[in-house]
Each structure stands twice: as C-alpha cells, then as structure tokens.
C-alpha cells in the first residue's frame, strides 16, 4: 500500500524521496516502511517477512542504500515500533537483505 502518494512512482523511478511522515528529523531522507500488526509479543507472519525482505531489497537497490542503515522507528523516535519481536529480527532483515542483493 502506498503512504504517500507519488511514492511507488519515485521509487521506481530511483531518482527522488517523497517526504514522508513517518519520523520527525528523517521524513526528507528516509523511507518509511509499515508492517501491518504489532510485534510486540508475536513475530511477523513468514509471507510478511518474505515480502519485506524482497521489497528492502528492491529499495535500498534503487536508492543505493546501504543495508546496514536498515533501521526500526525506535532508532530515531521514541516510540515502541516496530514491536520488540520485529525489531529484535533487524540483524536478521539485513543479512537476508544483503543476501539477496548480492
């Protein structure tokens, strides 16, 4: 689903961020990914994860991000999201991140 509109278009253009408002202080330089749930005390469903994994790659192969800078909202805000399971799981989204790119 798409938060902003013109997002998917910049995306797969590679070319441009649309601001976003997902983080004070980030919006003009980082892309906001929403995983659908709270991941407080479960872990994300295995297509969920799946598809993240693809569509990171797919992002930070577009923009040239680097997957190492694949962070949660708690980095930058004060705020429990992604949910202490998901977040627990981001050493593990940047490998199967790197992996897939390669």
């Not at 407080?40 to 577009?62: K, N, R």
């Amino acid at each position: 689903m798409e938060g902003r509109h013109g997002s998917l278009d910049a995306l797969r253009n590679g070319n441009q961020i649309v601001r976003a408002a997902h983080c004070p202080g980030q919006n003009d330089n980082a892309i906001g990914i929403e995983n659908e749930g709270t991941y407080t005390s479960v872990e994300p469903p295995q297509t969920q994860w799946d598809s993240l994994v693809v569509f990171i790659a797919y992002v930070c192969e577009q923009y040239g991000f680097p997957v190492d800078e694949i962070k949660g909202h708690r980095d930058y805000y004060n705020t429990e999201c992604p949910g202490g399971r998901l977040y627990a799981k981001l050493p593990q989204l940047r490998e199967e991140v790197a992996a897939r790119l390669g």
